[in-house]
C-alpha cells in the first residue's frame, strides 16, 4: 500500500511538472470594481486556486466533524442527565434525586 502511495505520488508529480512547464504564460486577474489587476502565470494560477479549494476542503469537514461531535456529546450528557434523575440510588450516595433540567 505504501508503494502504491507512492507511485501515484510520483506520477501526479510529473504531471503537475508537465502541466507548469506547458503552461507559463502570464494572465493577468482583474477585480473588474476595484483598481486591482494582478498578472500571474497560468500554472500558478490554477495550482493556487487548487490549494484555495483543499484549504477550504478540510476546513468544512473538520467543521462539519466538529458540529457533529458537539451534538453527539450534548445528547450523551442529556441522557446521562435523565438516567441519573431516574436511579438515584445507582450512586450509593444515599442524596435525594436531582430535580429534572430546567
Known sequence: MRFLRGLIGAVLLVLLVVFAVGNRQTVTINTDPLPFAVDLPLYLLVFVTLFAGLVL????????AWAAGRRRRAQQQAAARTTAVQTPAATGTGSPPLPPPA
Open 57 to 64: 476542503g478540510v476546513l468544512a469537514g473538520k467543521w462539519t
